[in-house]
């Protein structure tokens, strides 16, 4: 393998690797887009827990699984044609290989960009099953919210929710996130150096829509605002026959 290549493929490996580490050194103050949505899902699962019927939060969850189970059927379509293309030999190079914008490569090496795009496609299927798995945990806990238990309990109850609310809804945008490593690591077919730009390209807007996009401006909103705004306990609640009078409303 040529040197630039060697050198583009370290620089994707390192971008894929270190940009968790880098949006959580993001994260240590306010302003990163997954950041403030963490605290936006714990609030969500502090407010579902006081209310009387948790209908709207499944309903809720249930669309985030049918967007990850679309997402993950995508993905799996993708890995089949990169796959064919992938193990069809060197009729699948010689089909491509009259295009003047694809750079000249040999069958091994077109190979193993076929077999970089794959991988990244593949650990974006994970992260979608992961995610639909931990998301049907936490509708079967939005179902045992125990909603007349004492506001301590209900306090618990809701912060064990949000941690498996959250690594859910991480592991769906870790999927979404490895489509844009995948389409870097397509662009290699057309030269390393495309390939190196399209990689720190990636990296570049996925740092900036988590801190500049008006996206995270809006969410950052959000979370002061939930941040200056108490949980509110339903009227159900005074009704409560577990709760105690001094946390009757």
């Not at 302003?31 to 609030?43: H, K, S």
């Not at 030999?89 to 010689?94: F, Q, V």
């Not at 730009?197 to 939930?226: C, F, H, N, P, Y």
Request: proline fraction near 5%; glycine fraction near 8%; charged fraction near 15%.
């Amino acid at each position: 393998m040529p040197l630039l290549d060697i050198f583009a493929v370290l620089v994707f490996a390192l971008c894929s690797v270190l940009y968790e580490p880098a949006l959580r050194r993001l994260g240590e103050g306010r302003g990163a887009l997954n950041t403030d949505m963490t605290v936006i899902r714990r609030r969500w699962m502090q407010e579902m827990s006081v209310r009387e019927v948790a209908l709207l939060d499944g309903q809720l969850l249930g669309h985030a699984i049918n967007s990850a189970s679309f997402f993950a059927s995508s993905n799996l379509i993708l890995i089949a044609a990169t796959a064919g293309a992938l193990f069809g030999g060197d009729k699948s190079l010689h089909s491509i290989e009259g295009l003047r914008v694809l750079a000249k490569t040999t069958p091994v090496m077109f190979q193993i960009k076929l077999g970089l795009v794959l991988v990244a496609l593949a650990r974006g299927l994970l992260d979608f099953i992961w995610a639909i798995r931990q998301m049907n945990y936490c509708l079967a806990a939005i179902g045992a919210a125990p909603s007349w238990a004492p506001k301590t309990v209900l306090a618990e109850y809701a912060e064990a929710a949000g941690g498996i609310l959250n690594p859910a809804l991480s592991a769906f945008n870790a999927g979404v996130r490895a489509y844009y490593f995948a389409l870097a690591a397509a662009v290699w077919l057309l030269g390393p150096l495309p390939f190196l730009a399209a990689t720190l390209g990636a990296m570049s807007l996925l740092l900036w829509r988590q801190r500049r996009s008006r996206a995270s401006d809006a969410v950052r909103k959000v979370r002061e605002i939930l941040e200056r705004q108490p949980v509110t306990h339903g009227p159900h609640f005074a009704r409560s026959p577990n709760a105690p009078p001094e946390e009757q409303i």
